[in-house]
């Protein structure tokens, strides 16, 4: 996505109170935009459900990782995720994005597979 499209993006430690920021920006955004209530309502929805996502499924990163050492100034692990909405003509782009540990690639892996297979109904 060109970035003149972007409309936000962030990359960094993810806390709730971010979170709730990101979603009233984007109400703001999406009123000053003038889109149309359906068109707003979905946007929002699917926003919301990707950050909470985002938010709930995230590994967190030790302040150790193979003997390198990461901190946050605070002591706590990393929380981590990056996140970006756009818009290139009449469509809207939601991308998110979080570290994995390495143990929990090949669950995850799985599960995306078996959604995958997956036709339209079944989802």
Do not use: W
Request: hydrophobic share 35%; charged share 25%.
């Amino acid at each position: 996505m060109e970035r003149n499209n972007i409309m936000l993006s962030f990359k960094g430690d993810i806390t709730a109170e971010l979170l709730t920021s990101i979603l009233q920006i984007m109400e703001s955004k999406l009123d000053t935009m003038q889109e149309q209530p359906k068109t707003k309502k979905k946007v929002y929805n699917v926003l919301v459900e990707c950050l909470q996502n985002l938010y709930h499924h995230m590994d967190e990163i030790p302040r150790s990782l193979n003997g390198i050492s990461i901190t946050t100034g605070t002591g706590e692990n990393i929380r981590s995720a990056i996140f970006m909405i756009g818009k290139m003509d009449n469509e809207y782009n939601i991308v998110t994005g979080n570290y994995i540990l390495s143990k929990n690639v090949e669950v995850l892996q799985t599960r995306l597979d078996e959604i995958n297979k997956l036709s339209k109904e079944e989802l």
